[in-house]
Antibody, heavy 121, light 107 residues
Framework: QVQLQESGPGLAKPSETLSLTCTVS????????WSWIRQPPGKGLEWIGF???????SYNPSLKSRVTMSVDTSKNQLSLILTSVTAADTAVYYC???????????????WGQGTTVTVSS | DIQMTQSPSSLSASVGDRVTITCRAS??????LNWYQQKSGKAPKLLIY???SLQSGVPSRFSGSGSGTDFTLTISSLQPEDFATYYC?????????FGQGTKLEIK
């Protein structure tokens, strides 16, 4: 079955650009939307945005100016770039398969295990 | 943005209890409402989609109802493995939003 694995630097300095990757195995990236979600320590879930392989995106308005998502179908990978990070961006970052616009179903049905990002000087 | 408000924020219950968690949207989301369960240190798990459809593999003691702005997640008979945090999420708008979460604890 489909599995997702996030990867990233673990630690970033304030003002730097954060780059995360989500590798999709066991299925094609092409047929679905893909969402990114983050969770600061001890807090709730925050949706960052979604993308599909056609390049359709939607971003959380609170992050839109700093976020870029992309898809590499040749590698079956998603990427998330977040610029000008601050301590407030410290969180576990998840990628998830998004059943948006699929007939009869909805929701984020497959999640990666998450990657922890700490922003600190 | 559509705001999602869950109540209560926390809840204490016993094994075997029937529990209901409420989620209210700031405007109608039709039935584009999903519920997730998250255990400590783990990724969230989809329980209910489309307000009332049970995700494959999820025990039938979980059920969802509602449409428009008011939704409920019910666990008919709490099991030890159900103690976790639960989140609702709307996907009606392409700007998704989650509720703040409801932490279900053992009494």
């Amino acid at each position: 079955q489909v599995q997702l694995q996030e990867s990233g630097p673990g630690l970033a300095k304030p003002s730097e650009t954060l780059s995360l990757t989500c590798t999709v195995s066991g299925g094609s990236i092409s047929s679905y939307y893909w969402s990114w979600i983050r969770q600061p320590p001890g807090k709730g879930l925050e949706w960052i945005g979604f993308i599909n392989n056609g390049g359709t995106t939607s971003y959380n308005p609170s992050l839109k100016s700093r976020v870029t998502m992309s898809v590499d179908t040749s590698k079956n990978q998603l990427s998330l770039i977040l610029t000008s990070v601050t301590a407030a961006d410290t969180a576990v970052y998840y990628c998830a398969r998004d059943r948006r616009l699929r007939p009869g179903v909805d929701g984020l049905d497959v999640w990666g295990q998450g990657t922890t990002v700490t922003v600190s000087s | 943005d559509i705001q999602m408000t869950q109540s209560p924020s926390s809840l204490s219950a016993s094994v075997g209890d029937r529990v209901t968690i409420t989620c209210r949207a700031s405007q109608s989301v039709s039935n584009y409402l999903n519920w997730y369960q998250q255990k400590s240190g783990k990724a969230p798990k989809l329980l209910i989609y489309g307000a009332s459809s049970l995700q494959s593999g999820v025990p039938s003691r979980f059920s969802g109802s509602g449409s428009g702005t008011d939704f409920t997640l019910t666990i008919s008979s709490l099991q030890p493995e159900d103690f976790a945090t639960y989140y609702c999420q709307q996907t009606y708008s392409p700007l998704y939003t989650f509720g703040q979460g409801t932490k279900l604890e053992i009494k």
